[in-house]
């Protein structure tokens, strides 16, 4: 099977600095290459040799003797804890080029390294609210969902960055059936489960006490679920918020949709803070990401946990061999 696409993100923050940590994790057993600055990627490596490559095909060869990096120009240095927004176009230049390599098969997957948002607004005028909105864009999809997975959880929220008080008004039954149906989708066709359970939560407490507390479930989230189930979905719900995480709950589903943000993460920031990976779900190809941003703070002190980088490409592997039924 063809390598994971890696983009480096922001080379002032600590995405390139845990490439090396990816190839000694993996044994060379998943074939990746990283899309970046050979020049960021020297200063950022450490002892780990920086293996130029021409394509995608050269990966295997080139993890013998380091970790293969698949040019992209930058305009800036590599300061780290200091954003350059000379770099911006070539951050954007290589998820460019990941996404094209991925849409036309040279690769399998993409793990993509934390990106600053301002740093590419102010060095490029970059239009997009973050990584997923553009990757969607350039895939020309209209609907992507969130999930948020370790070994132990699989999440997903209904609606993600947005004030607490619009989470009403933003829930509807469109947005909640999308989403409940590319989540289902996804755990089919890129997690390889045939007949997948997927808990739902409701908005309330206690999932509005039979409307003492709230109507959203009876009114919007039992009928979504209702007509789904008719469809041939299997859902749990709508479900008390605070019985649904626990070990013995966790497992009889094997993902469960919030109703925003912080109900979903919550959970497993707690089981795994450290190993949490971020899935963009229905996009055309596979994308993961770490769970953490580019840590400007701690970036060139050598002291970033690679956990979560480490968990996403193995992720973005697994569900690559799972869409090419490969398990």
């Known amino acids: 099977m063809n390598p994971v696409a890696v983009t480096g993100g922001e080379p ?29 990627c020297a200063a950022a490596f450490g002892d780990t040799a920086v293996v130029e490559i021409d394509a995608p095909e050269d ?12 040019p992209v120009p930058f305009d800036g240095e590599r300061i780290p804890g200091r954003p350059d927004p000379r770099n911006a176009r070539g951050v954007i230049a290589a998820i460019e080029r990941a996404v094209s390599l991925v849409m036309d098969g ?22 997009f609210p973050g990584h997923t909105e553009f990757l ?13 997975a370790c070994p132990e959880l699989r999440v997903v929220p209904a609606t993600i960055h947005i004030p607490l008080a619009e989470v009403p008004q933003t829930l509807d039954a469109a947005l909640l059936e999308g989403t409940l149906r590319v989540t289902d989708d996804a755990l089919r066709r890129d997690f390889g489960i045939a007949e997948p ?16 507390m709230g109507r ?16 041939g979905l299997r859902l749990l719900g709508p479900l008390a918020a605070d019985t649904m995480f626990h070990a013995r709950a966790r497992a009889g589903y094997d993902a469960a949709v919030a109703m925003y943000h912080d109900q979903a993460l919550i959970p497993i920031k707690t089981i795994d803070f450290s190993g949490g ?7 055309p190809f596979v994308r993961t990401s770490p769970d953490h941003g580019t840590a400007f703070d701690i970036a060139g002190t050598g002291t970033a946990d690679p956990s ?15 869409r090419h039924g490969r398990n």
């Open 12 to 40: 002032a923050g600590i995405g390139l600095e845990l490439a090396p940590a990816l190839r000694a994790a993996t044994g060379g057993r998943i074939p990746f290459f990283v899309l970046a600055d050979p020049r960021h």
């Open 277 to 283: 990976v971020n899935v963009t779900l229905g996009l």
């Open 59 to 70: 990966t295997a060869a080139a993890m013998a003797r380091g970790v293969p990096v698949l």
């Open 106 to 127: 040279a690769a399998s997957a993409i793990t993509t390294l934390p990106i600053a948002k301002k740093a590419l607004k102010d060095g490029a005028g970059f239009p």
């Open 197 to 212: 359970t997927i808990a739902v939560a409701g908005l309330n407490p206690h999932a509005g006490e039979g409307g003492a």
């Open 136 to 148: 969607a864009h350039l895939a020309g999809v209209s609907r992507v969902v969130m999930m948020l």
């Open 308 to 322: 979560s980088t480490i968990a996403a490409l193995k992720m973005a592997w697994q569900m690559a061999r799972a």
């Open 216 to 231: 959203e479930e009876i009114e919007l989230i039992a009928p979504v679920l209702d007509a789904l189930r008719a469809d």
